[in-house]
T-cell receptor, first 117, second 113 residues
Framework: DSGVTQTPKHLITATGQRVTLRCSPR?????VYWYQQSLDQGLQFLIQ???????AKGNILERFSAQQFPDLHSELNLSSLELGDSALYFC????????????????FGPGTRLTVL | GQQLNQSPQSMFIQEGEDVSMNCTSS?????WLWYKQEPGEGPVLLIA???AGELTSNGRLTAQFGITRKDSFLNISASIPSDVGIYFC?????????????WGAGTKLIIKP
């Protein structure tokens, strides 16, 4: 158990819909990262938040957005869903207080499997 | 952008064989990480390397941080069925005042029955 939790574990929805994925980082971690992993593909970095602020952006579509709340949990919002958005979405956390924004070690949650029909 | 070349893409081996995979880049990294992902699960950290030339073991796994800081390898000795999964390398570097991880595409390890 990495200490990172993600909900829901599975999500099935229809094209055009909007969903929200939730992540709670490990206790004390300030950074949260979101990744997308399509079937048999590698990890595609989407976005990073550090202590509530966006720190880095990867290949995140404009239809997708994220935020990190004061209690450090994060949500990834996916809208106008398309069939190609079906994938595993992982959240990871890192960051020991006092060590700045070094990503160092990222600990991954179990993922949310999104299926768009 | 920054890229990591991870090879091989997949490996089909017999139980008991040794396994070797590597990652190379044109960029210099200050940390190398190796993760393993099992089906339907999130990646789990296996080994972290922080210094050029560092050789670190974790049971039957051994990884090294290349002297040039542009590459790393992971070896698995005497493979067993539970070694099946996808192995990812990741290199850390400083970009725009923020440390970021650059990920390899993964090596899929399959053990032939």
């Amino acid at each position: 158990d990495s200490g990172v939790t993600q909900t829901p574990k599975h999500l099935i929805t229809a094209t055009g819909q909007r969903v929200t994925l939730r992540c709670s980082p490990r206790s004390g971690d300030l950074s949260v990262y979101w990744y997308q992993q399509s079937l048999d593909q590698g990890l595609q970095f989407l976005i990073q938040y550090y202590n509530g602020e966006e720190r880095a952006k990867g290949n995140i579509l404009e239809r997708f957005s994220a935020q990190q709340f004061p209690d450090l949990h994060s949500e990834l919002n996916l809208s106008s869903l398309e069939l190609g958005d079906s994938a595993l979405y992982f959240c990871a956390s890192s960051g020991v207080p006092g060590r700045g924004v070094s990503t160092d070690t990222q600990y991954f949650g179990p993922g949310t499997r999104l299926t768009v029909l | 952008g920054q890229q990591l070349n991870q090879s091989p893409q997949s490996m089909f081996i017999q139980e008991g064989e040794d396994v070797s995979m590597n990652c190379t880049s044109s960029s210099i990294f200050n940390t190398w990480l190796w993760y393993k992902q099992e089906p339907g699960e999130g990646p789990v950290l296996l080994i972290a390397l922080y210094k050029a030339g560092e050789l670190t073991s974790n049971g039957r796994l051994t990884a090294q941080f290349g002297i040039t800081r542009k590459d790393s390898f992971l070896n698995i000795s005497a493979s067993i069925p539970s070694d099946v999964g996808i192995y990812f390398c990741a290199g850390q570097l400083l970009l725009a005042s923020n440390y970021q991880l650059i990920w390899g595409a993964g090596t899929k390890l399959i053990i032939k029955p």
